[in-house]
């Protein structure tokens, strides 16, 4: 998985619902088509695939050691 | 922002919510019925009235939740979802309410049709259930520990539920069956392949979200309910082949299992980011704090079998898992996923800026419904000791604390059809 750079990374481990949502929909709106950025959670945010799907964007997840699913998503 | 954050899957608002209102009227009707019953209730693990008392809260408190908090995470946790969720509630509450009410008039009336009637609504409601429930996760890869975690805990559910039909009718038909061991196999399943289960998938999500915890590292994650499901399954084995000391061996390796969970989970709540101890804070440590207990003491019976040669034994075992561990984990997240909810269906209602959750119920009304419950716990404990002096103020405690949680979730309600007028009326 290639990892965006560290500005397209939005770090939602310690929020609150709805805010990794709030924040990965507002991120995902200033990307161009074709880039891509990350979130990073403790769990597999089912709703937002919804949405991601719905909206035609591609996503990949990985779960890492600790816990931490890193999703991949692209434009 | 509206439009996308609305969960289109999620079930109607009364999907859930008719299980989570009724359910602390049936803890308040096993507090009534200790209440009622006085010390003799506390005799033995057998007594029939406590067997009621017991059911009125595993089946009519804890599993009415369990299920119904089921239906509404589906789609937000595993992205499974039932296909009418608005019936499978329906008939599922309707089923689940008379079962529990049937096999609680079974035990206490001693009437063997009323035992057979119960066996048989709840092997009903519940399989119909598992049907639905199993239809929405075919097809749905086991991505995270919380989706495997969660198909396993609904297999554990199927175990509990056949053993506890089955003993049921063999009590009310005479089956020669080994009754006992098959009652301390059926708590196993019911308390930790599916209760445990359930709990460890569900808590890999809401405690680092709730709680600002760190996540639950992976590798044991996978793990766990695998783990608790094979134990469960050798203790099942152990008793169809008669085997006393295999059975022994796969109940301890299944607490030694919980008491690691129990301990990780505590391990998480102390690198919490969040300085304040809300209810569901609290709620969670109690909980914690009695199944380590608890566990440790089914551990040490594997050992010394002889300890639970005393009555109180078992009593103590079952309150602190029952009333301090399950029912303190319940509602410290019913305190989170109610107001929640309100706000969700506020949102997506049109009443925006929806109200802040802590306007839906304040934290000083959460934290002294715990406090009632704490008092009903020690009372409770205090009843296996002195059952003459404390059972009937026990019971009084637990209906007084269940009544607290069915006045602060009403209250919720009433609050969310406030605000929902008043968006109306704009």
Sequence with gaps: MNRPPPERIVDARYLEPPEPFVRTMEMLDTLQPGESMMLLLFREPHPLYRV?????????????????FEILIRR | MQALLSFDKAPPFAAPLRFFLTAPIFAMAAGLLLAWSGGEMLASRWMPSLLAAVHLLTIGFMLQIMLGATIQILPVVAGANLARPMRVALWLHGGLSTGALLLAAGFWFGQPALLSAAAVALGLSTFAFLGAAGRALSGVPSTSPTIRGLKLALAGLAGAVLLGAMLALALARGWPLPVMAMADLHVGWALGAWGGTLLAAM????????????????????????????????????????????????????????????????????????????????????????????????????????????????????????????????????????????????????????????????????????????????????????????????????????????????????????????????
């Design chain 1, 52 to 68: 991601l799907r719905q909206n035609g964007h591609d996503y990949e997840t990985a779960l890492q050691d600790d816990g931490t």
């Design chain 2, 203 to 426: 808590a890999y999500v809401v405690v680092p979200m709730f709680q600002l915890t760190p996540g639950y590292p992976a590798r044991p994650s996978w793990w766990f309910p695998g783990l608790l499901m094979a134990l469960a399954v050798a203790w099942g084995l152990a008793i169809a082949s008669d085997s006393t000391g295999a059975a022994r061996v796969a109940q301890g390796g299944m607490a030694l299992v919980g008491m690691a969970f129990a301990a990780l989970t505590l391990r998480l709540q102390r690198q919490r980011r969040r300085a304040r101890a809300d209810a569901t804070y609290r709620y969670w440590q109690l909980g914690l704090y009695c199944a380590i207990f608890a566990l440790f003491q089914a551990l040490t019976a594997t050992i010394l079998p002889q300890l639970a040669d005393w009555a109180g034994w078992s009593l103590v075992f079952g309150i602190l898992m029952i009333v301090g561990a399950f029912m303190s984990f319940i509602i410290g997240m019913l305190y989170k996923i109610v107001p929640f909810l309100a706000w969700l269906h506020l949102q997506n209602a049109g009443c925006t800026p929806a109200p802040a959750m802590n306007k839906l119920l304040p934290d000083a009304s959460m934290v002294r419904q715990w406090q009632a419950h704490v008092l009903a716990l020690v009372l409770l404990l205090g009843a296996v000791v002195v059952p003459d002096f404390l059972a009937r103020l026990a019971g009084i405690a637990l209906t007084v604390a269940a009544g607290g949680l069915f006045y602060n979730l009403l209250s919720i309600v009433q609050r969310y059809r406030a605000y929902l007028e008043a968006a109306k009326a704009k």
